[in-house]
């Protein structure tokens, strides 16, 4: 399976902190390989209380375990939608995780906050292929031609 979006994380995570309209103080790890193939959906706590630091080491430990290179969270809770400038702990806390992980050659590419009537991302929600997350994501959609000359009608 190629995980081409962020939604595409967040689907994979949802069942496992939302189940039958319950609400679980899970925190969630989705490993992807290089080629941005699903590797792991783990639960890194069952006691997520809305805060990161005390996870980063386990959460980058099961990357180590599966040779992950790319990776999102989820966990139970979501923050306030006007905040546009990364100022509260748990964006903080995910900003300072992404930073520890590059240094250990991993990527984050999704941190998703999940409550029973939606999810928050501070991340790509859409196709990664349409944002600029850089070059080191490698191409997972690829445009299919319906026509003789190379283009799409």
């Keep these: 399976m190629i995980i081409q979006a962020g939604f595409d994380l967040q689907i994979l995570a949802r069942p496992l902190i939302d189940q039958e309209e319950k609400l679980y103080p899970r925190l969630v790890v989705v490993g992807l390989d290089a080629e941005m193939q699903l590797e ?3 639960v890194v706590t069952e006691s997520f209380e809305g805060s990161l630091n005390p996870f980063q080491d386990a959460i980058l430990e099961h990357l180590d375990l599966d040779g992950s ?8 809770g979501i923050w306030a939608e ?3 400038y990364d100022e509260q702990p748990i ?4 900003k300072k995780l992404k930073g520890i992980a590059e240094e250990r ?10 409550d029973e009537t939606g999810y928050m991302s501070n991340g790509p929600n859409y196709y990664f292929d349409q944002y600029l997350l ?3 994501l490698p191409e997972t959609m690829h445009h299919w031609v319906h026509s003789r000359f190379g283009k799409c009608e």
């Design 40 to 42: 792991s959906i783990r």
């Design 69 to 76: 290179k790319y990776f999102a969270i989820a966990h139970a």
């Design 82 to 84: 006007n905040d546009y």
């Design 91 to 94: 964006l903080q806390e995910a």
């Design 105 to 114: 050659g991993f990527h984050m590419i999704g941190h998703f906050g999940i």
């Design 134 to 136: 850089g070059d080191d």
